[in-house]
């Protein structure tokens, strides 16, 4: 059965982004599977977006990069919800990606949507809208990120997934390591050198560096590079990645923060490159010790890590990013999450409605 | 007739806030004011609040100076507006002074709230949203501020107003002039410095540094400080002000920028202070040129308006101060305001509710 799916993405970056950004590059990803899928899929985004759905431009440009001095990061996604809730009885599914801006509006439609959660979840002020909305059905991007709010309402975990042919294949590494991503203290791209230097082995760092982390970078990472060893390459654009993490041995992934998911493993094993990450996070949801990479917790470990890893079968990793981790093999479980959504609308809208009054009892009510 | 009346404040800022901070600090005075006149007054805002009103906590402390790194804004404000959407049946009148982030969740009760808008609407992004929630009722802190939205739904405007007890009457200046608020380009402390030196008066200085600003206090403002005539003394607080503001023959208020009301020029009034402002954004309304200072459009005309300025009656101004500016004469203005808006309810609920309706001819109604 095809359905009807509105995809609504934020608009800090363009659909895909230019450069950095994590979850406009999934909902342009996941729109252009459902449209492969054979869905009939509309995209509320920046009208730069460039995607196989079609496109409902709410802003000219996204708000990053659009050089207006003044502008309303509120106030366009107000304006672009509002345009959603006008078309809304054209979709079987309201599919959102923008945090919780849209749970004021959409409280008499909640049953029709999709919430997906692609932020960090400790953060202070959460819970009690969470609590305050318990009718929007939510997706984890891994089990782990759901530590936080244990008791919302979560209907699915669903891993990230990149498009297959996005990333080549490479059969061999180079004779280095890699890091690739942001210069910040969680990232810990000291442990990352720290492990190269340990080893003996080359490490290219492909990373951006924030305005709020350039102190960082200067006090405490710079003084590291002067080695010969260490590379710092600097922030690497899509096209430059298949070269960049296909030519490592491994990539390393030594983060100190609870990732809620980490695309770069993912693309790393879309080049076949194994990949070695502290056991934090998302990283035991997407590493399969022994086949696509290690989990450590210590140094020592990653060291050892590191050794083995670098042996592993590389066609066998290419092979498990594409069963797990593709965009079409997304793209099909976000389809599976609507259609048990669909089938629960059409088997009890009245339950669903009375149950969603129930949980509101003090919900002011029309005159 | 006694109004029950609840005040949103915006989180960011304790109420009043602890040192910046224009809108907290007008929404304080404006709830003690609406309590001396008699109103019962519930006021949701964080908890450190100190109001005369009946205070509704919903958050432990304001957003900018907790000190815990990760908060949601978007979050603590949609939680504080359930909370005040769950107890709307207690309030003759709910007024927001939040932007626009209630207007998703009031949508029903429109009618029975009032909205002062307090910050520039020069913004990319805020004309869509006005013209799509056409149904609220809008005050403008000058009649200046509609200029950049003339056609959203205006129903008053109401200048800010101050507690008289708050400034002392100073009869007579000390000998300087005065520039008080942020060092920023659109403030131009640069002007106030030049004027100052053709003159050759002394000039002093009260003004806290933005991060954002650093760069230009120190490229362009610091150098210029190195001059006997004037003196920088840094941010002060409230309890500072009647001294630097009430020691001054005048104030300066040389912007170049639509500064939407500028409390600083009605706190000098409060002091006996004229005021020489540029004509730009309020200056116009809130200034009687010959009265209570003058208004400017060039340097000439500012080293004119000084020497005359200095010359002002100190007296009439502070009594104008009084009259115009004071916060229990803002309060009666929005009682006004409330007033009218009961009338209409009480006299054409229905047409009131029809007419929001065909508004919005394409919203979502419940199933």
Known sequence: MIMKIAQIAPLYEAVPPKLYG?????VAHLCDALVDLGHEVTLFSSAEAETKAVLVPVRDQAIRLDPAPLKSDLAAHLFMLAEVRRRA?????????????HFPMFESLAGRTLTTLHGRLDLKDLAGVYARWPQYPLISISDD?????????????VHHGMPAELYRFSPKGE????????????????????IAKRLGRRLKIAAKVDAADRRYFHDEIEPLLNDPLIEFVGEIGDEAKSDFLGGADALLFP??????????????????????????????????????????????EADRAVEQAVRLDRAAIRRRFEHRFSASSMGRRYVDCYRRLSAMQEAAPRIANDLADAQEPSRIKSA
């Open 22 to 26: 994590g979850t406009e590059r999934v």
């Open 89 to 101: 009885a054209e979709f079987d599914v309201l599919h959102f990606h923008v945090d919780m801006i």
């Open 145 to 157: 990120q759901r530590r936080y709010l244990p008791d919302a309402n979560w209907a699915a975990t």
């Open 175 to 194: 004779g280095y390591l890699a890091f690739l991503g942001r210069i910040s203290p969680e990232k810990r791209p000291d442990r990352a050198i720290a």
């Open 255 to 300: 983060i100190d923060w609870p990732e809620p998911f980490g695309l770069v493993m993912i693309e790393a094993m879309g080049c076949g490159t194994p990949v070695v990450a502290w056991r934090c996070g998302s990283t035991r949801e997407v590493i399969e010790p022994g086949l696509t990479g290690f989990l450590v917790e210590s140094d020592a």
